[in-house]
T-cell receptor, first 112, second 113 residues
C-alpha cells in the first residue's frame, strides 16, 4: 500500500508570497493532520481534518489555513510568508483521529 | 494544559549497551500514547501505540511500556542503525472528544559501533 505523499518536496519562496502544500493520504485513511517542524520548536501541530471537517486547530496565526477534500486529500496554505515560516511541513494520515498517524516525507519550505 | 516531557534529550550508547528512554505526560484523559522514530530530514516513522496502563508492545530490539503517568521505550542490545530521534506523543481526550496529538521534544539516540 502506498504511503503518504507530499508535494512539492522542496520549495523556495520570497517573504510576502503565499504557498500551497499538498498531501495525499494512505488509501482508506480519512483523517489528515499537518505539523510544522523546526530545530528549535520541534513538532508543532497546525490542524487536523476528518471527512472534510476541521476537528482540531493549533495555535498558529490566521495566515495558516487548510482544507480537506472529499477524496481525503488535503492542502495547506500559508499567506504573506515570513522568514520564520521556514520549516519542514509534515502531513500525516490515519484511519480515524484516535488511531496512529503515518507521516509523509515532508515539504521543506525556505523563505528568503 | 497537555504536556509531554521526554528525557534524556540526548543519549549516547555503545553497541550492545541496553537503556531506556522516558516519556512523562500530563493530560486530563488519555486516549492513546504513540512512539515514533525519526531520521534526519525524514518524516517520523510509527513504532507503537499504547492505550492503557500496564500495556506493553515489542518490536525487534524495542519494547514500549505504559503507566498512568509515563511511558518507557526500552532498547535492548542496540545497533548503530538504531540511531535516530525517538518521539513520544499523546492523544488526550476530554468530554468525549479527542484533542490534538501532542508531541514531546524527543530523545536523540546515538549508538556507537
Amino acid at each position: 500500500k502506498a504511503g503518504v505523499t507530499q508535494t512539492p518536496r522542496y520549495l523556495i519562496k520570497t517573504r510576502g508570497q503565499q504557498v500551497t502544500l499538498s498531501c495525499s493520504p494512505i488509501s482508506g485513511h480519512r483523517s489528515v493532520s499537518w505539523y510544522q517542524q523546526t530545530p528549535g520548536q520541534g513538532l508543532q501541530f497546525l490542524f487536523e481534518y476528518f471527512s472534510e471537517t476541521q476537528r482540531n486547530k493549533g495555535n498558529f496565526p490566521g495566515r495558516f489555513s487548510g482544507r480537506q477534500f472529499s477524496n481525503s486529500r488535503s492542502e495547506m496554505n500559508v499567506s504573506t510568508l515570513e522568514l520564520g515560516d521556514s520549516a519542514l511541513y509534515l502531513c500525516a494520515s490515519s484511519l480515524d483521529i484516535v488511531y496512529e498517524q503515518y507521516f509523509g516525507p515532508g515539504t521543506r519550505l525556505t523563505v528568503t | 494544559e497537555d504536556q509531554v516531557t521526554q528525557s534524556p534529550e540526548a543519549l549516547r550508547l555503545q553497541e550492545g549497551e541496553s537503556s531506556s528512554l522516558n516519556c512523562s505526560y500530563t493530560v486530563s484523559g488519555l486516549r492513546g500514547l504513540f512512539w515514533y522514530r525519526q531520521d534526519p530530514g525524514k518524516g517520523p516513522e510509527f513504532l507503537f501505540t499504547l492505550y492503557s496502563a500496564g500495556e506493553e508492545k515489542e518490536k525487534e530490539r524495542l519494547k514500549a511500556t505504559l503507566t498512568k503517568k509515563e511511558s518507557f521505550l526500552h532498547i535492548t542490545a542496540p545497533k548503530p542503525e538504531d540511531s535516530a530521534t525517538y518521539l513520544c506523543a499523546v492523544r488526550p481526550i476530554s468530554s468525549g472528544s479527542a484533542r490534538q496529538l501532542t508531541f514531546g521534544s524527543g530523545t536523540q539516540l546515538t549508538v556507537l559501533p
